[in-house]
């Protein structure tokens, strides 16, 4: 990333018309959105506030896209909500199923762009990884989804589309006499945003799309279940504590400003240190709502005993835990995975520091599902190996 590169790039959009009707799109309106939408095109604003609530739970909490079921309004008020809004959710064109149950979609939204969605099921959980913005701000060199340029942000309805595309899929919505949040079905009771994109900088659609997947009447999760994942935009940290109130991970992946600056270009703009320090004064770190650091085991790269210990002297202080990411493989990748031997033993260090440092185990990989294997299908250009090192600042 430039060094002047805008803090905020601002692309996110205000909802869109649907070219053919001339609706607004009701997908991705916060309340206040929806009903300030409702009384512009008619509502009485007497009624508005009430109208946003019946409207609310049938799209978040029962998955309801016809006006014409919302049996509890008038009928001729759903005919007058037909005329001005719809409910419109991004295109699913490919889905794709792993070996190990991963789901991976490919996912049309306005202008044709087209994103990557994770679903990973655990016996505990299921994990939605979504995506924020179409490419990405940044060049991660481990990345695939860092080797295609940013082409726009994703708007609110187009993030907790995603969510509600793979409740479909799964067949989540719940039926009549079911209840919401933890009592509803809950295949997918987690979600992540380290699709493709850097979350903090499409701040505010990302805000507002995580505030709709929290709000207790519609699909109603926990901030607790969400985790939002950030290389590291400094100014924005603290303000996603305040205004999102989600879970908080970092993607680190070196312990020395020479190696992260390659790996994690944003690093030249704020250092290691600037991150932690930010990362110390994060209003929601505690025991138990430790900050994940993400950490790539690339071989020869970051891998050594050495860097083992680094890292857990720079995060001292910090409540935290760190997932060790075996390195998954795309075509072109400038870099090997760690030996398991080797992740194993920079685990151990971390352990006996007192850390929790868990092994992700790969999933998806079949299917270019894994972590930093996404990237767009209709995006994607074949690079060489040499290309992509050399892009990566990697040869001399």
Sequence with gaps: ????????????????????????NLIGLTRDGMRAALIAAGTPERQAKMRVGQIWQWIYHWGVRDFAVMTNLAKD??????????????????????????????????????????????????????????????????CHTGTQKLVRNLTAGEIIGQVMLARDDLGEWPEPGQGTGENGPRLLSNIVLMGMGEPLYNFDNVRDAMKIAMDGEGIALSRRRITLSTSGVVPEIARAATEIGCLLAVSFHATTDDVRDTLVPINKRWN????????????????SERITFEYVMLKGVNDTDADARRLVQLIAGIPAKINLIPFNEWPGAPYQRSDRARIERFADIIYHAGYASPIRTPRGEDIMAACGQLKSATERERKSRAQIAAEAGLTD
């Design 1 to 24: 990333m430039p060094a002047n590169a805008p803090l905020v790039q601002d692309l996110h959009t205000i909802p869109r018309k649907l070219p053919d009707t001339g609706r607004i």
């Design 77 to 142: 008020y759903r005919a007058f909500l037909a005329q001005h809004f719809n409910i419109d959710l991004p295109e699913v064109v490919t889905r794709q199923v792993s070996s190990d149950g991963t789901r991976k979609y490919l996912v049309r939204i306005a202008g044709g762009h087209e994103v990557e969605v994770v679903y990973i099921p655990e016996e505990d959980r299921g994990t939605l990884c979504i995506s924020s913005q179409v490419g990405c701000t940044l060049t991660c060199s481990f």
């Design 272 to 287: 290691i240190a600037t991150l932690l320090d930010a990362l110390r004064e994060y209003p929601n770190a505690s025991n």
